[in-house]
């Protein structure tokens, strides 16, 4: 697969790089960090990072700005991204002579005409540095393991989840190793606005927890609007239910768009992502997510999780 991967790599000479909607650390990390890494070991070749600019994750690297004709006979690697709906990109990927798929969540669709998909790894920052001792002239900097640990630390809150390994460890020492600022990184991973120190105020004033322990908490339009967030910031919320010794599993609810409810759900131990399918959504067995249109939708789904602890 990887020898494949290395092939395409040398044939092209533009590479753009793609990861997935509402992006995470490990998203931009993982996209920041290969453009990085390839851009070093091939500095001829013209390598772009496409997508919406986030401004709460731009200290892990920005976007740019790439034009329609570039993607013709290009190659498109798109990383961290389960499924093409959630690709950030309007479309133009596929006049690319080549897509590769290089991703960490449960392989529900292999869009890419090479897909290296692997669930078992906590990140798709950690596949990336695995490439880098597999394939020949691909190396470690400094600069892409800023990226990379960046986004080992944001897929596992640092460390916290249950997809943490030794392996996990290994690889993080190994960036850790080039020099990098960690308790920068874990500090602007930590950090958080007066809004959503805010808002998180407001979840545990509003929060439900049922018997079983299963949290929820649902913030619709108007009130998500009182907080003024900037983008991606609402992310920052999504674990704080489960640091409550009570919740076995949880979801946050957001309206940012009338009758378009994004939810986050997550779990300490029994697998969720089941319930995100079933909704249209997927994710990995912990963590997962999806969008539905109507409240009776949030119901339902919130009594399958309920359902889940009482099942277990």
């Keep these: 697969m990887l020898e494949d991967i290395q092939k395409e790599i040398e044939k092209y000479e533009t590479i753009i ?35 919406i600019d986030l401004p709460v994750l731009d200290w892990i690297g920005h976007m740019q700005d790439v034009s329609p004709e570039t993607y013709r006979n290009s190659l498109v690697i798109a990383v961290d991204t ?30 890419g005409d090479i897909n290296w998909v692997e669930d078992s790894f906590s990140s798709c920052a950690e596949m990336i540095y695995i ?3 597999k394939i020949n002239h691909l190396n470690i900097s400094k600069k892409s393991a800023y990226s990379l640990y960046s986004g080992i630390v944001g897929d596992t809150n640092r460390y916290l989840y249950g997809e943490t390994s030794y392996f996990t460890l290994d690889v993080a020492a190994k960036l850790a190793k080039t020099g990098i600022n960690i308790s920068e990184i874990s ?87 089941g ?23 949030v119901f339902a789904l919130m009594k399958d999780m309920d359902a889940l602890n009482k099942r277990n």
């Design 82 to 111: 389960a499924n093409i709906e959630r690709l950030d990109n309007p479309g133009f990927y596929k006049q690319a002579g080549m897509v590769i798929k290089i991703d960490h969540h449960p392989d529900v669709d292999p869009f």
């Design 275 to 297: 319930v995100a399918e079933k909704f249209g959504g997927g994710g990995h067995p912990l963590a997962s997510g999806v969008y539905v249109g109507s409240m009776d939708e």
């Design 131 to 133: 490439m880098t001792e």
């Design 187 to 273: 500090l602007h991973e930590d950090e958080m606005s007066l809004q959503v120190a805010r808002l998180e105020a407001y979840i545990l004033d509003n929060l439900q927890i049922t018997e079983s322990g299963f949290g929820s908490i649902v913030i619709r339009k108007n009130t998500l609007e009182k907080f003024h967030l900037a983008d991606g910031e609402i992310d920052h919320v999504v674990p704080l239910i489960g640091r409550i010794n009570t919740v076995n599993n949880w979801i946050v609810v957001s309206e940012k768009v009338p009758n378009r409810f994004r939810i986050n759900l997550r779990s300490k131990k029994i697998a969720i992502n």
């Design 17 to 51: 790089i793609l990861r997935h909607q509402n992006p995470d650390p490990d998203a931009i990390g993982s996209q920041v960090g290969l453009a990085t890494i390839l851009q070093e070991a091939y500095p001829q070749k013209k390598i772009y990072v496409s997508g």
